[in-house]
């Protein structure tokens, strides 16, 4: 019986020690390989910042106005630029001369509920490629 018992200890033992290191071989985390995130960073980061932004390809652009294409609204999209409307090129303070039709853009816009217009409060690009073109 005492032989039977430490059978069963060494077996249930041994399970454990072999769950534990199919357990522990999983969390290992694989070495930073260079340029493995992509050219600006992670894919799922990016994804997630910009998830309430406006995506769109600009098709004319105005003294106070963006036209873009291929937004979520549908195409020929007008979003209004105020004095305040921050423009960003590759994580740096850019300006409304350095658009260029074709550019892609990521818009963070507000409605104003009364006119059902879209106001820019921030437009981004150097996310992705720097145009359709590219």
């Given at each position: 019986m005492k032989?039977?018992?430490i059978?069963?200890l060494?077996?249930?033992?041994?399970g454990?020690?072999?769950v534990?290191?199919?357990?522990?071989a999983?969390?290992i985390?694989?070495p930073?390989a260079?340029g493995a995130?992509?050219r600006?960073?992670?894919?799922?980061s990016?994804?997630g910042?910009y998830q309430?932004?406006?995506?769109?390809?600009?098709?004319?652009i105005g003294k106070?106005?963006?036209?873009?294409?291929?937004t979520r609204?549908g195409n020929?999209?007008?979003?209004?630029?105020?004095?305040?409307?921050?423009?960003?090129d590759?994580?740096?303070r850019?300006?409304?001369?350095?658009?260029?039709?074709?550019?892609m853009v990521?818009v963070?816009a507000?409605m104003?509920?009364k006119?059902n217009?879209?106001?820019?409060?921030?437009?981004?690009?150097g996310?992705g490629?720097k145009s359709?073109?590219q």
């Open positions: 032989t039977k018992g059978s069963v060494a077996c249930g033992l041994l454990c020690f072999l534990s290191g199919a357990a522990w999983q969390t985390e694989a930073d260079p995130t992509g600006l960073e992670n894919a799922i990016v994804a910042k309430n932004y406006v995506y769109g390809v600009i098709r004319k106070d106005e963006l036209i873009l294409d291929k609204f020929g999209q007008v979003f209004k630029l105020e004095h305040n409307t921050k423009f960003v590759n994580g740096k850019s300006k409304l001369a350095d658009l260029k039709v074709g550019d990521w963070d507000k104003k509920k006119t217009e879209k106001i820019a409060r921030k437009v981004i690009t996310v490629p359709v073109s």
